[in-house]
């Protein structure tokens, strides 16, 4: 099993930028579907940003699209979130998550909750207005 931890988490103000990063462990990422979600106090876990295992497609909530970006090092065995334009509803705690996809498979990415069996403990991400 993949392990997932999350670090880039801070406080920034609105319109400010952060990058999240999600190191795996105990597999190479090059098999793992990634994808990104978060938690808002009293909330759901909402989906926010996939990508598949090159790296060639990704997917995007429409509450993020044009602000952030998903990424991923394969090497480096890291996915990154980019957060651009910050604001304060974009306040969560955002979490990396995993889910092995072999090569045969027509699914590029996931975007549903269910659909990752590997998952991080999650990155404070905080935006004052």
């Known amino acids: 099993q993949v392990q997932l931890v999350e670090s880039g988490g801070g406080l920034v103000q609105a319109g400010g930028s952060l990058r999240l990063s999600c190191a795996a462990s105990?597999?190479?990422?090059?098999?793992?579907?990634m994808g990104w979600f978060r938690q808002a106090p009293g909330k759901e876990r909402a989906f926010v940003a996939a990508i598949s295992r090159s790296g060639s497609s990704t997917s995007y909530s429409d509450f993020v699209k044009g602000r952030f970006t998903i990424s991923r090092d394969n090497a480096k065995n890291t996915a990154y979130l980019h957060l651009n334009s910050l604001k304060s509803e974009d306040t969560a705690v955002y979490h990396c998550?995993?889910?092995?996809?072999?090569?045969?498979?027509?699914?590029?990415?996931?975007?549903?909750?269910?659909?990752?069996?590997?998952w991080g403990q999650g990155t404070q991400v905080t935006v004052s207005s």
């Open positions: 998550a995993a889910r092995v996809s072999p090569i045969s498979s027509k699914i590029n990415y996931y975007t549903s909750v269910k659909d990752y069996d590997a």
């Open positions: 105990g597999r190479t990422l090059n098999n793992y579907v």
